[in-house]
């Protein structure tokens, strides 16, 4: 291939290509975002009983009544695109930010790109680990395959050539091993993958246990809701024989029992929570992510670069043929044939920290610098158990360098050393480990034949001697353990390095070291039954393998145990896969890790983990919050509005449509807007993680919540009978109940901020919310009863200050009789802490 091929397209061709052949982008069907959010707003059943009941008033020429429930209508559908188009544009948001990157030459310079930017002629660059974002067309390539298993169904990977065949790779596909670079020459929909009208990159949003508790739950509150409104609409009816005003109090009936605000509040928490991850440096693949965060009860986390620096500097060198040791850590670095040995097994273009270490240290201490002299021609890729890997270099005169490295044992098994060599580097390698280094052997090779082995396990080997890399751990990895281990969070190291050294570095970070270690053999060798209780004790796996990993996280998940896992590599894919919440690298992470995970740290930080931990626990419990505020203040409404006539009072309709959509306006912001906005809970990060199972509507959850709700429906009927006794008007009556319920909201909405900590806490968390829509709150009851316009449309009469006063101490003690129930909480966890 010419130098010429090399530079790639210009940005002028690029639009060019680009206005020829469209974006990279697998066009689906795709509506109008806007009016789906109508066409799906039109279709709820509050949306329906609005429209029936504005109709009914305009029947009955009550214009006033039906100009409310339009405005009404307008105010509802409002906060419902306003949430749905937040939680939309946050889901929009995630879909960019997890789109694949592509590696391009354009001017000659290499690029990294948003894969959709690709266009037709450009040229690729691709690695192992990658995914393929185009089709195109191999000009060269070392050693490269394909898992091609999402076209072809074919699990094994296919090897590439620039030549027949096989010179073509697809979208969509995975890179395995090798590298190439190769031209583009179909994209979008033309590529094989939008052939088949499929896109990967789309997230997907699949139903949760929670999604599927609130979408029954509401089922079955609609159900309840039309055979309400068939008994109150026959009733009235038969008493009254007036088909209008009996449907009305029908609808309104109805109306109050929807819980229209549950799932709007679910999906609004779940895509707002999502956001907030990704200003964390936490990407979400998908919103629902956040529902599982908070109960993860174990976290597995690989050693380099998660829990260390992943600087990998070159430490020290043990030259096995000299029986010399080099320690760079106190003296300068020096010349030797495992340095040079080491540099020719790593790639020419390091990006490993490991092999850019090794060139930078042979290029300043090297007497005369091969590399430009010599040409890689020959590939084989990191493999084995444990792996190595092996690179065939040529120079002009036809002299060839053979050189390998890798796990010490997988070299050693290649070469003739006798058993008392061997054990004396086994030795060697062991302390070198206890101290933290990552060792790696290196060997050479005199292989004769032109002919290369298909496998580099055919090579013998003459064993050179090892290389030691330091890999310090960060800084606030220790920090970030203590702060797992208060949240009640086990922490597991998986490494593929050695015991001694995953030891060390366990120490180092004051890291829970359990009983006994396990290698990554020993995992296999177990039986499920053994593995199961072995994974209860032991914190660290060491020389640890992919089989082996996954082989971990099914025994944890058989404990029931919630298990994130964190990984970088192409191999971790089925682990992360596994995993109830599987966490990949941003920076060092391959796509595959990237694409099987369902979170992303962006800077590969494990503490933003913890924070993504506790943001997952506030988001569960504000949303626990605001389902338990729906029912209590649902209840109320409901039997304020049936009460009445099974009781047979003198006034049974004393609620109207009107009336019970002015409480869905406050509720739905207060419940979707105010809790949402809430902070953690001071002792959210102390407490051991919620079961997976656990659900908002079981009877232990809500029977505080339907307690609270029927307190308050007690003081509110309590209150009209009272006035009813003394001869007051339906108005009055109606004025009284209204305020003490609107009073009990405002209470209902600060007590239940905590289902521990006293109002007196709470109101000190900075929510600038609250005091807004409280305020507007109060400001329309005060105008419904003395502004006459609105007074005439609520039906409502002006009452005194002292009876005013008089509601708000009735709705007080309805409320707050809840902090004594908290404060004996409060007390009984204090006793048994101690």
Request: charged share 20%; hydrophobic share 45%.
């Amino acid at each position: 291939m010419a130098q010429s091929d090399l530079i790639g397209l210009s940005n002028e061709q690029v639009l060019a290509s680009r206005q020829k052949h469209g974006r990279n982008v697998v066009h689906g069907k795709q509506q109008n975002r806007l009016w789906q959010v109508i066409k799906e707003i039109a279709t709820e059943p509050l949306f329906i009983i609005l429209i029936c009941t504005a109709a009914i008033y305009i029947l009955l020429g009550e214009f006033s009544e039906a100009v409310i429930m339009i405005i009404a209508l307008g105010f509802v559908s409002g906060i419902s695109i306003y949430q749905e188009n937040r939680s939309r544009s946050a889901v929009a948001g995630l879909k960019k930010l997890t789109a694949p990157l592509a590696k391009v030459i354009r001017n000659g310079i290499t690029h990294q790109i948003d894969a959709e930017e690709l266009v037709v002629d450009d040229l690729l660059v691709l690695e192992d680990g990658d995914k393929v974002p185009a089709d195109a067309t191999i000009l060269k390539q070392n050693d490269f395959s394909v898992n091609e298993s999402i076209l072809t169904g074919e699990s094994l990977p296919v090897l590439k050539e620039t030549e027949g065949s096989n010179s073509n790779v697809f979208q969509g596909t995975l890179i395995m091993s090798g590298s190439c670079m190769a031209r583009v020459n179909t994209v979008g929909k033309q590529t094989e993958l939008g052939k088949i009208s499929q896109s990967l990159e789309e997230i997907e949003v699949s139903r949760t246990p929670l999604q599927t508790q609130i979408k029954s739950f509401v089922k079955v509150m609609v159900a309840v809701g039309i055979v309400a409104f068939l008994i109150v609409w026959g009733i009235n009816y038969l008493l009254a024989r007036d088909i209008l005003h009996s449907l009305l109090q029908g609808l309104t009936l109805a109306m109050s029992i929807l819980p229209e605000e549950i799932p709007v509040a679910f999906s609004t928490f779940m895509a707002l929570g999502a956001y907030h991850l990704y200003k964390q440096k936490v990407i979400a693949r998908s919103p629902h992510t956040v529902e599982t965060l908070g109960t993860a009860t174990v976290i597995c986390t690989d050693k380099t670069g998660t829990i260390t620096e992943n600087e990998m500097r070159l430490a020290v060198i043990y030259d096995f043929t000299a029986d010399r040791q080099y320690d760079y850590t106190k003296e300068a670095p020096s010349f030797n044939p495992v340095l040079e040995y080491a540099m020719w097994a790593s790639e020419p273009t390091p990006f490993d920290a490991m092999e850019k270490s090794i060139h930078t240290v042979y290029a300043s201490v090297a007497p005369n610098d091969k590399r430009l002299t010599y040409t890689q021609i020959h590939e084989y890729p990191l493999g084995g158990k444990p792996p190595i890997m092996t690179h065939v270099f040529r120079n002009n005169t036809n002299e060839r360098i053979i050189a390998c490295k890798g796990g010490v044992e997988g070299v050693l098994n290649q070469t003739t050393l006798p058993v008392d060599q061997r054990d004396k580097i086994l030795t060697i390698t062991k302390q070198f480990a206890s101290k933290g280094y990552r060792m790696l052997a290196v060997g050479r090779s005199d292989y004769g034949d032109q002919k290369f082995p298909l496998s580099q396990q055919e090579f013998e080997f003459q064993f050179l001697g090892l290389i030691g890399f330091y890999d310090p751990p960060k800084k606030n990895i220790a920090a970030t353990l203590q702060k797992f281990y208060k949240a009640g969070i086990e922490v597991k190291m998986i490494t593929g390095d050695y015991t001694e050294t995953a030891v060390a570095i366990a120490e180092q970070i004051e890291m829970k070291k359990g009983t006994g270690i396990l290698t990554g053999d020993k995992v296999i060798e177990m039986n499920d039954r053994e593995l199961r209780e072995q994974v209860r004790k032991v914190n660290i796996f060491a020389r640890m393998f992919p089989a082996a990993k996954l082989k971990v996280i099914e025994a944890l998940k058989a404990n029931g145990e919630v298990v994130a896992m964190t990984g970088d590599g192409v191999n971790d894919g089925p682990a992360l896969k596994a995993a109830h919440i599987g966490i990949a690298m941003g920076k060092r992470g391959s796509e595959v890790a990237k694409n099987a995970a369902s979170l992303v740290l962006v800077d590969d930080d494990l503490f933003n983990m913890t924070e993504a931990v506790a943001l997952g626990r506030r988001i569960y419990e504000n949303l626990k919050k605001a389902i338990q505020y729906i029912i209590s203040i649902h209840i109320p409404i409901i039997l304020i509005v049936t009460m009445p006539l099974i009781l047979m009072w003198d006034y049974i309709n004393i609620f109207s449509p009107v009336h019970v959509i002015f409480l869905e306006l406050i509720m739905g912001p207060t419940c979707s807007v105010i809790f949402e906005n809430e902070p953690i809970e001071g002792n959210s990060m102390t407490r051991k993680p919620r079961k997976m199972s656990s659900t908002f509507f079981s009877m232990r959850e809500l029977s505080l919540s339907i307690a609270q709700g029927l307190v308050i429906t007690t003081v509110c009927l309590a209150m009209g009978y009272y006035f009813i006794q003394m001869d007051s008007s339906e108005a009055t009556v109606r004025t009284i109940i209204y305020t003490t319920l609107i009073f009990s909201n405002l209470f209902l909405t600060l007590v239940n901020r905590s289902f521990y900590y006293s109002v007196f806490t709470t109101i000190r968390y900075k929510n600038a919310l609250i005091p807004l829509i409280l305020s507007i709150s109060l400001g329309v009851l005060f105008l419904s009863i003395y502004f006459r316009p609105l007074q005439r449309i609520f039906e409502f009469e002006i009452i005194s200050a002292e009876r005013i006063l008089l509601c708000l101490t009735a709705a007080f003690a309805g409320v707050m009789w809840v902090e004594i129930f908290k404060w004996i909480r409060r007390k009984d966890w204090q006793m048994k802490r101690i």
